[in-house]
């Protein structure tokens, strides 16, 4: 496989990992402080309640260019969530780096 396609694949499993590892950090944050985990609108602040739109919700990136805050309340996002997201992202690169 030639290397342009090798770095895409390994971008697209990486970023298919932080989207992943931010579900999970979603589900146990949302498990842990006893909300409930299905039937409530996608993805929501913890701090206003306000929910989130599409542009709020990229994996990483969000978290610096808002630097670890809500853009409507600025409610601090723990730093759990961007190392979750950076793990997930890291997990799943093996997969395609060790399959071509």
């Known amino acids: 496989m030639e290397v342009l396609g090798q770095v895409f694949l ?3 499993f990486f ?3 932080a989207i992943l590892g ?3 950090i979603t589900y146990w944050s949302r498990y ?3 909300r409930k985990i299905l039937g409530t609108k996608h993805c929501f602040c913890f701090g206003c309640g306000r ?3 599409l542009r709020d919700m990229w994996p990483i990136f969000s978290y610096l260019i808002y ?3 809500c853009r409507y309340c600025s ?3 723990g730093r759990e969530t961007l ?3 950076i793990v997930g992202g890291l997990l799943l690169l093996p997969v395609i780096l060790f399959t071509f």
Do not use: N, Q
């Open 83 to 85: 190392l979750c997201e």
């Open 67 to 69: 630097r670890g805050k």
């Open 10 to 12: 390994a971008v697209a």
């Open 75 to 77: 409610y601090s996002i």
């Open 22 to 24: 931010s579900y999970l």
């Open 15 to 17: 970023l298919l990992g």
């Open 32 to 34: 842990r402080t006893g």
């Open 51 to 53: 929910e989130l739109k």
